[in-house]
């Protein structure tokens, strides 16, 4: 069975402080990788894709893929309390399979 | 413009009934996905349309589920005799095309508890 798998949390940073998010999957076939970001009692939000190696920068938050060890992260610099939420982590399976697997998130708290 | 919405927001219902819940995809959208979440968990997939063909139902958990898309716009996900076990916040959510590569919009969700 296809995993995501992320540190629950919770995690708790200062307010203007970088959050580390970390994220990994077990298929190795996977091509599309998603964050989104879930207050509570509200839909998944997109925040972030990312396909190729490397880093994707928008704004306050950068994502970091690595195929190779089939790892994904998002860093969100300058964290702000309206930051606090949960984030997911998404993967696209391989193959003609369309739908998004999720991991079980993890909860940020950015203290004021 | 409208996002994805869907109806009702909230639903109790007494084991053994039956439930129907909607889900309107933004105009347009070709793709439409039904998502399970359960308290503290992530989205698991459902099923997956591309306009009215319903093209994966492998996340199913039962027969006693059923999804359609009759004029590949509004959907319906029903869920019939339900069980205690199915009390959990189902997502909508749909995309452009049919390319894999799109973004997915998710709807507000329907918070359903079964007594």
């Known amino acids: 069975q296809k995993e995501v798998e992320q540190n629950s949390g919770p995690l708790s940073v200062p307010e203007g402080a970088i959050a580390s998010l970390n994220c990994t999957y077990s298929?190795?076939?996977?091509?599309?990788f998603f964050w989104y970001r879930q207050y509570s009692g509200k839909s998944p939000e997109l925040i972030m894709s990312i396909y190729s190696n490397g880093d994707k920068e928008d704004g306050r938050f950068t994502a970091q893929l690595n195929k190779a060890s089939q790892y994904v992260s998002l860093l969100i610099r300058d964290s702000q309390p309206s930051d606090s939420a949960t984030y997911l982590c998404a993967v696209r399976d391989s193959g003609s399979a369309r739908q998004l697997t999720f991991g079980s998130g993890t909860q940020l708290t950015v203290l004021p | 413009g409208a996002g994805v919405s869907q109806s009702p927001r909230y639903k109790v219902a007494k084991r053994g009934q039956d439930v129907a819940l909607r889900c309107d995809p933004i105009?347009?959208?070709?793709?439409l996905f039904w998502y399970q979440q359960a308290l503290g968990q992530g989205p698991e997939f459902l099923t997956y349309f591309q306009n009215e063909a319903q093209l994966d139902k492998s996340g199913l958990p039962s027969d006693r589920f059923f999804a359609e898309r009759p004029e590949g716009s509004v959907s319906t996900l029903k869920i019939q005799r339900t069980q205690q076990e199915d009390s959990a916040v189902y997502l909508c959510a749909s995309s452009l095309v049919g390319t894999g590569a799109e973004t997915q919009y998710f709807g507000p969700g329907t918070r359903l508890l079964v007594l």
């Open positions: 105009s347009g959208h070709v793709s």
């Open positions: 298929d190795r076939g996977s091509q599309s």
